[in-house]
């Protein structure tokens, strides 16, 4: 079994687009997915960040026990826990993928957008 970790919204839109994407993207049958309400922004504001601790225990079960291949930040258009511009929306993507790389730099860490028709494109990494 072959699995990766996902950081992403809680929102219902976008749970199966990231699925989809993540296993053609790093070639897994399964998916670990994390959620919370914008995720990117509360992953860009840093470690000691409200509700961070516990997204990044969350991580390293998935790392540790699962032998994640890669992980994958998400934002999306229309998100209710991170209402800001898509423009700002990168800038908090990139800032998060930066903050996860350091805590696990042995895996390859991709920054993805879900946009207004529910595509998913990657935006980092
Ligand atoms: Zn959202």
Not at 18 to 23: A, C, F, G, R, T
Not at 84 to 104: C, G, I, M, P, Y
Request: charged share 20%.
């Amino acid at each position: 079994m072959r699995f990766c970790t996902a950081v992403n919204c809680m929102d219902g839109r976008v749970q199966l687009p990231v699925i989809k994407y993540l296993q053609e993207h790093f070639g897994v049958e399964y998916v670990d997915m994390i959620t919370e309400p914008g995720p990117n922004a509360m992953l860009a504001a840093g470690c000691e960040a409200a509700g961070v601790d516990s997204i990044l225990a969350r991580m390293r079960i998935s790392v540790e026990k699962h032998r994640s291949v890669g992980i994958a930040v998400v934002g999306h258009y229309d998100c209710a826990g991170n209402p800001v511009s898509q423009e700002d929306q990168t800038k908090h993507t990139l800032a998060a993928v930066e903050n996860v790389k350091q805590r696990f730099p042995e895996l390859p860490v991709i920054g993805l957008w879900v946009g207004e028709d529910w595509q998913v494109s990657k935006i980092v990494g």
